[in-house]
């Protein structure tokens, strides 16, 4: 046994921070303030179906090696539907129906672009492709739109391609985010290759996909879960840590991962928590009494809600009636709107384009206030590595610096990187 060790909070971050550190031959106990461990992976209980509903739409897409990487470790890579070809339906403002796919074809005939825009993304993407990390780092002074607009994107491609991938990624529109992170996405998405973009969906509601998958890997590993834990302080001492607990219990170990959310790090441990902000996200479960569209998922032109994911379809849910998730990213403008309204503009953006007579029967909208940092320019100096100031205690989330926005991806990659510290360290303080 190479040493002991506490990772305190059981989203994405903690548990690849834990299952690498029990692999490494440490003894490791997670601690999870909630229930069930998943982090911002959420779903919770849907009274009227029996069954459970997303916090809000997770992607990941084939260049996210370490997040699927992960789920195939624990065994869970059969809860994700895979693309087997990149196929990207845009849906315009009159119905009509276009598709990226991987063939240049498609984009050299998307209809929702000029030509001239056509021809000036292709350029600039291929240039993205093949830029270095020495070229990206100095663009978190920018906001994408700027660093976009010099390289002779116009405002229509912003918002009629670039945002589609940029707002839900970062979430924070290009007008808002920081170009450096743009960058990385798209270089990291697109520059591997359109293979790696295809995307990968969630076939069961999230707390189902991974949390029990790996509290059994952890376990079988000499791990200890303990849900419904909640660090109130963190004390970091010669030799160990300690960490206390709101049930005024104390639990220590030679070393600590703290893959807290930002905002709870500042309760616990203030000295290493940043001042980042939030951007929140809105989904908006619509229940139909039958099917409005046959599309697997689908973005929409000209529109605030940008995606629109059909569970019936993913999940393959039994008919007549249709579930459609509307997936609407910084949605800083739409968070404290009444849910009538939500569901009712939904609805209307739905049923014009699809000339659709189905009925909205019933609809629940999730609002995740805190759902990411913030990713504006001028972030990247605000978040800390792994390492802190005291040997073995290092941090982790979707916050630190990644080089990526807060993503599953991130948080995955944070968790690695916390871990490999430690077993650098070579056990514990
Ligand atoms: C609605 C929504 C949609 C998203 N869509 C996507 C997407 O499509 N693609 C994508 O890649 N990413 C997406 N994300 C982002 C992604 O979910 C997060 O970046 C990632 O899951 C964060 O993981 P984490 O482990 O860093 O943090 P978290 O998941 O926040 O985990 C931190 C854990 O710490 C626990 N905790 C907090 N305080 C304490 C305490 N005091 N003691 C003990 N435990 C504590 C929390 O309960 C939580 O379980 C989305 C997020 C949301 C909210």
Redesign the pocket.
């Known amino acids: 046994m190479k040493g002991t060790a506490i990772v305190?909070?059981?989203?994405?971050?903690?548990?690849s921070a834990a299952c690498d550190l029990a692999d490494a031959g440490w003894k490791v106990t997670l601690?999870?303030?909630?229930k069930r461990?998943?982090?911002?992976?959420?779903s919770f209980p849907d009274p009227e179906s029996g069954g459970e509903i997303?916090?809000?739409?997770?992607?990941?897409i084939e260049a996210?090696t370490e997040?699927l990487g992960l789920f195939g470790r624990l065994g869970c890579l059969d809860r994700l539907k895979r693309q087997p070809r990149l196929r990207i339906p845009f849906v315009g403002p009159d119905g009509r129906v276009a598709e990226l796919t991987e063939s240049s074809w498609s984009f050299l005939t998307f209809p929702f672009l000029s030509l001239g825009d056509r021809w000036r993304v292709a350029r600039a993407l291929r240039r993205i492709g093949k830029m270095r990390d020495a070229e990206i780092a100095p663009l978190d002074n920018f906001t994408s739109a700027d660093w976009l607009d010099d390289l002779g994107q116009s405002p229509a491609s912003i918002s009629r391609f670039w945002d589609f991938f940029l707002a839900?990624?970062l979430?924070e529109p290009a007008a808002r985010s920081s170009a450096a992170l743009a960058a990385r996405v798209l270089r990291d998405a697109m520059g591997l290759g359109p293979q790696f973009s295809r995307f990968c969906l969630f076939r069961a509601p999230l707390g189902t996909v991974f949390p029990a998958a790996a509290e059994a890997y952890l376990t079988s590993k000499g791990g200890t879960i303990r849900s419904l834990?909640?660090?109130?302080k963190v004390r970091p001492e010669t030799g160990r840590v300690v960490l206390e607990l709101t049930d005024g219990g104390t639990v220590e170990a030679e070393a600590c991962v703290l893959?807290?959310?930002h905002e709870?790090l500042a309760?616990?441990f203030p000295e290493s928590a940043p001042p980042l902000e939030h951007s929140p996200?809105l989904?908006a479960h619509l229940w139909y009494d039958k099917a409005v569209t046959s599309l697997e998922f689908f973005a929409m032109i000209d529109s605030r809600v940008q995606w629109v994911f059909n569970r019936s379809v993913i999940s393959g849910l039994p008919g007549p009636g249709q579930h459609l998730s509307c997936?609407i990213?910084a949605a800083r403008d739409w968070a404290h709107r009444p849910g009538e309204e939500i569901a009712s503009d939904c609805d209307a953006e739905l049923k014009r384009r699809f000339r659709s007579e189905a009925r909205l029967v019933r609809f629940v909208i999730?609002r995740?206030h805190r759902?990411?940092f913030s990713a504006r320019p001028g972030t990247a100096p605000m978040r800390p590595g792994p390492r802190t100031r005291h040997a073995g205690l290092v941090l982790?989330?979707?916050?630190t610096d990644t080089g990526y926005p807060?993503?599953?991806?991130?948080?995955v990659r944070?968790?690695r990187a916390a871990a490999r510290e430690l077993v650098k360290a070579g056990g514990g303080t």
């Open positions: 305190a909070g059981g989203g994405l971050a903690g548990i601690l999870e303030r909630k461990l998943g982090g911002m992976v959420a997303d916090n809000g739409e997770h992607i990941a996210c997040l839900p990624a979430n834990a909640t660090v109130t893959a807290l959310p709870n309760e616990v996200i989904n997936s990213s999730s995740e759902a990411t982790a989330g979707a916050w807060a993503t599953m991806e991130g948080a944070s968790g």
